[in-house]
Nanobody, 121 residues
Framework: VQLQASGGGLVQPGGSLTLSCVHS????????IGWFRQAPGKERERVGC??????????NYADSVKGRATISRDNAKNTVYLRMNNLKPEDMAVYYC?????????????WGQGTQVTVSS
């Protein structure tokens, strides 16, 4: 499985950003895509997860981003998106997407390279 994340950059507090993750590989190996992030000196944390095999593309989110994050998919393009609104300084991190199994994206089958999100005025 291969994943390519992109879309990071510099955003002012309160701003918005959309990250993209293009994935390839057999969907026999994974059925969900997760977004994760890692800030300097902190452990990697799960941002959210979307099913790519279900018809409804069910999602779930970490409490820290619930209401501000939206994960969506375009299966025709093998692409998953993470839209973050009302960005806060504590959202600044390297964001990764991962091919996963299960509704919570706890089992990781492969990582993409990270994309840096900087939140600063």
């Amino acid at each position: 499985v291969q994943l390519q994340a992109s879309g990071g950059g510099l955003v002012q507090p309160g701003g918005s950003l959309t990250l993209s993750c293009v994935h390839s590989g057999s969907t026999y190996d994974f059925n969900a895509i997760g977004w994760f992030r890692q800030a300097p000196g902190k452990e990697r944390e799960r941002v959210g997860c979307i099913s790519i095999s279900s018809s409804d593309g069910r999602t779930n989110y970490a409490d820290s981003v619930k209401g501000r994050a939206t994960i969506s998919r375009d299966n025709a393009k093998n692409t998953v998106y993470l839209r973050m609104n009302n960005l806060k300084p504590e959202d600044m991190a390297v964001y990764y997407c991962a091919a996963s199994i299960g509704s919570q994206c706890r089992v990781i089958k492969g990582w993409g390279q990270g994309t840096q999100v900087t939140v600063s005025s």
